[in-house]
T-cell receptor
Framework: DTGVSQDPRHKITKRGQNVTFRCDPISEHNRLYWYRQTLGQGPEFLTYFQNEAQLEKSRLLSDRFSAERPKGSFSTLEIQRTEQGDSAMYLC????????????FGPGTRLTVT | KQEVTQIPAALSVPEGENLVLNCSFTDSAIYNLQWFRQDPGKGLTSLLLIQSSQREQTSGRLNASLDKSSGRSTLYIAASQPGDSATYLCALEGGKLIFGQGTELSVKP
């Protein structure tokens, strides 16, 4: 257990539905990252926050995706109007920006869109 | 644009062998390099982090090296065990992490 938690661990939804995932980082970490991983591939960066500010978004993050970190603690990732291509593992990581900035990952949320 | 390549994609070895996993990258302007382990259906576990000013890091049976000039890192696993079976990922850090596709390792008893 790295100290980063994600909820839910698994989500099955029908195409067109909205889903929301939550990530709770290690409490003293000020950075929080979201990645997406499909089968047989390495994780791909989606977005990251430093405190409340969203500092970078990947082109992978289409307008159906939105992420928030309202109080600089937990974060949510929402996908609207899900598509089958959204099926993947969604991984959250956190780090402390001073020093090595080593990222610690949560267990992931497995999304299946039917 | 930073690209990360891991070779081989899969590797099967008998228990007790020493082995080397390779990671190459195109842009030497990196901050850190991390090696991760991922078990099937699970999240990532950080194994080693090498800062850009360092050349290697060791943890137990694992040794990772970094050569920025050639754009390469290697992960050396000594005396492999069946419990080492997993996918190993390298990632370059420049704010966000950029991952390779991983090497799937199988250690046979």
């Amino acid at each position: 257990d790295t100290g980063v938690s994600q909820d839910p661990r698994h989500k099955i939804t029908k195409r067109g539905q909205n889903v929301t995932f939550r990530c709770d980082p290690i409490s003293e970490h000020n950075r929080l990252y979201w990645y997406r991983q499909t089968l047989g591939q390495g994780p791909e960066f989606l977005t990251y926050f430093q405190n409340e500010a969203q500092l970078e978004k990947s082109r992978l993050l289409s307008d159906r995706f939105s992420a928030e970190r309202p109080k600089g603690s937990f974060s949510t990732l929402e996908i609207q109007r899900t598509e089958q291509g959204d099926s993947a593992m969604y991984l959250c990581a956190s780090s402390f920006s001073q020093g090595e900035n080593e990222q610690y990952f949560g267990p992931g949320t497995r999304l299946t869109v039917t | 644009k930073q690209e990360v390549t891991q070779i081989p994609a899969a590797l099967s070895v008998p228990e007790g062998e020493n082995l080397v996993l390779n990671c190459s990258f195109t842009d030497s302007a990196i901050y850190n390099l991390q090696w991760f382990r991922q078990d099937p259906g699970k999240g990532l576990t950080s194994l080693l982090l090498i800062q850009s000013s360092q050349r290697e890091q060791t943890s137990g049976r694992l040794n990772a090296s970094l050569d920025k000039s050639s754009g390469r890192s290697t992960l050396y696993i000594a005396a492999s065990q069946p419990g080492d079976s997993a996918t190993y990922l390298c990632a370059l850090e420049g704010g966000k992490l950029i991952f390779g596709q991983g090497t799937e390792l199988s250690v046979k008893p």
